[in-house]
């Protein structure tokens, strides 16, 4: 009886642990998942097109949008980019705002951890 319940209790922590997963940073997996998440984060903005700065973000967990180009008559823009730190959380791949705003979840979106530096 014991043992059923020992075994019981083993297999449950164990698919808990496996279905938990730290958060942490990551990178896309390929070009066609950066294109995804552009997809989505044009949405979430409210902006047509977005031009995406260095690095990338297939090589380094950050994402940076550069801001819109300036009028003609505005020769002189302080407009800063956005940045995003790219973190994989429980499977989904997310960016987080380094300045305001809510993070965006990508959902079905293929990113995988980066071993810290």
Known sequence: MWKGA??????ATLAAACQ???????????????????VILRE??????????TPLPTDE????????PPS??????VARPDVYDIVLDAGVCTLRPRQDGA???????????????
Do not use: H, Q, Y
């Open 6 to 11: 020992l075994i019981g209790s083993t297999l």
């Open 72 to 77: 003609p008559l505005n020769d002189r823009s």
């Open 20 to 38: 938990s997963t730290a958060a942490g940073p990551a990178v896309f997996e390929n070009e066609k998942a950066t294109e995804d998440a552009l």
């Open 103 to 117: 993070p965006i979840d990508l959902d079905g979106v293929a990113c995988r951890l980066v071993s810290a530096r």
């Open 44 to 53: 979430a903005l409210g902006r047509n097109t977005l031009e995406l700065g």
């Open 61 to 68: 967990p950050v994402l940076v949008v550069l801001p819109p």
